[in-house]
Structures are given as structure tokens and as C-alpha cells.
């Protein structure tokens, strides 16, 4: 039998599973209210069942706008943008869902629709290799999240804006956002959803610049929050930031544990963006010297639309065949992947140095001195920008 209230004791307890069966079943025929299926959406999507999430967001929209509700019906949309954003890397369906919300309520008084859609434009831009949109949008999530109290929105645009500094190579600034942001999330006054999203991007900010101490830190402060609390896809994404720390560090054999582990718990919700562990694996196997594992790992990578360059092109030279690896990096380097990688954001010269670093590797296998001294020239620029920004 439906219990509504009962079931909502469940999502505040965490029980997904046992919210869904408090709620009623959407059979052909069956009348749900807009606060079962947003009840609906919020339990399956913590039960890792994306696609019925979004079906259950997507049937609140049609039921909001049927009963001419545009204020909820664009904030719902805006939703299903974000959801679609953190875990699909299907842009061109956020910009769909950006699109109807923007319709809705674009021209009304400022509501939190329109922090949440500037939360969902700041890491659209982001995503999408377009620095100074995200930075228009980060300000206004920081000023509309500041005045009407939506405090996702205040703390996404902090992070933004901190790791735009971070790529126009003021460090210190934005590094000491970033550390004012990890206290904020520590103190517990941030929802769940929000505080998971911004440590994985705390540790993906250090990541990129290789400060690894620094990402271990923030690592471990996600792991500890996120029992008991952390829902969706992010325990998988800390275990992906675990076998990168371990990879560096090792054992790699745990690496490896944690990478297999993180694939798995991913699958329900990620869609493009399960490339990400699924390169982080292959990179582990290859290190490993599990060229036929890394090889698999790489493929299926590809087949979820990810570039597992450069680390495929090193996998060639590994199997001896120099001409494709040099090849296949070449492209890579005068071509630069354009993923929405929350770790490596295409654009700024950061996203080089791994292209740059197995370039270099693979001209010095191959005997290429204008190759060799092309790549390591490459790297020295980029060390002199963003040192110097």
C-alpha cells in the first residue's frame, strides 16, 4: 500500500530501495501526485536505477506542466539538466533540458529554477571547453545561491570559479577557494548531492595539477563523509579517485580492486562518462604489464564515446608496433580529445601534458630527436603559462 510519508522517512534515512516500495507502482492507468513521482525520482535514482529516475522526473515535468505549474515544471527541468550533467555526459540532452527550463521561467522573478539552471550553464560550459561562459554563469550560481539561499548553487559557482583560477594559473587563489569550500562541505550544512559532487571535484582540481598529497587529503575527507551519507554514483567516483591515488602510489594491485569495484557501482547511473574508470583501468593494467586487459579495458572506453588517448598509443608501444603509437599520439596531440571530463576539462594547457608526456615517451622509443625535442618543448611551455598566469 502507498505511504507517502513513510516513504519520505526512507529517502531522509537512505533507504532507497525501501522507499520505492512505499510508493506507488506507475502501472498504465495509474494517477500518481507530483510529490510521488518527485518521491519516485529521488528513491530510484539513489537505487541506481538512472533510467527510472529519469523517466519518474520526466513524468513530473509533463504532470507540472499539464496542470500549468511553469515555476515547478522548470525547476524540474532544470533537475533532470543536472542529473543528466553529473552523470550522462550526454550534452547535447542537457542542453535540451536547459532549453525547456529557460523556456518556463527565463523571463520571471529570480527563483531557485534560475539558481539551479546557473549551476547546471556554469558546468555545461565547463564541460564543453568554453572557460569565460562558465565563468559568466559561476558568478551569477555565486549571486543568485548568495541572495535566494540555494546554497548548492553558492557552493558549485565557489567551485567553478576556483578552478577557473586554477587554469588561468593563479594558484594560490584558487587553491585556497578550494580549501574554504572542503571546510564548508565538512560542517554538514550542504545536501548530500551537492557535497559529493564538489569533493569529486575538489580531488579532480588537484588531480589535474598533479598535487596528489593534496588530492589524497581531499580523498580521504570524501571517504569518510560518504558513509551514511554520499547516494548516486558517488561511491563509485571516490573509488575511481582511490586506484588513480594508488596507481601513483601503490599497491597496484589494489588499484586495480578499486578501478574493477568503481566500473561496476558506475554502470547504473554514468552513461559517456564510464570511460573515465574504465581508462583509469586500462592505465592501471597497462602498468601492470596486462597488455590484453588494458587492450579490453581501452576498447570498451572508446565504445562509451571516451578517448582512452594517449595511454591507448602507449599500449601500441608496449606491443611493439612504434608506427601506430606514434600515429595514434600525433593525432592526440594536434587533435586534444574534447571530453567532458570533469578532471581534465577540454580547454587550457593542462589537458596537454599527458598528450605531451607519452609523445615524448614514444619519439624517444622510436629514435625521433625532432619528435622527442618537440614534445619536451611542448611540456616546458606549458610549465612556464601556467606557472606564470
Known sequence: MADLTGARAALDG??????????P????????????????????YGAGEFEHAMSAWE??????RQQGDDDAAGFTAATVALH??????LMATVRGWVSRAEALVGARPDGPAHALLAMVRTYERFLSGDPEGARIHAAQAVDLGSRLGVLPALVLGQVATARLMLHDGDLEAGLAQLDEVALRLTSGEVD???TGMMYCELVCAAQNLGLHDRARDWTQMMEQWRHGRAFGGIHGRCRVHRAELLRISGPVSMAEDEALAACAELRPWMRRELGWPLVELGIIRLRRGDLEGAEAAFLEAHDHAWSPQPWLALLRLEQGDLATASAMVDEA???????PWKERPPFGDLRMVPLLEAQAEIAAASGDLPGLQSAVAGLAQVAVRVGSG
Open 59 to 64: 513524468a513530473l515535468y509533463a504532470l507540472q
Open 14 to 23: 537512505g533507504d532507497w530501495a525501501g522507499a520505492l516500495t512505499l510508493l
Open 25 to 44: 507502482v506507475p502501472a498504465p492507468g495509474a494517477v500518481l501526485s507530483a510529490d510521488e513521482w518527485e518521491a519516485r525520482a529521488r528513491a530510484a
Open 192 to 194: 548530500p548531492f551537492t
Open 84 to 89: 543528466l550533467l553529473v552523470d550522462s555526459g
Open 333 to 339: 596531440v594536434a587533435n586534444p580529445p574534447d571530453l
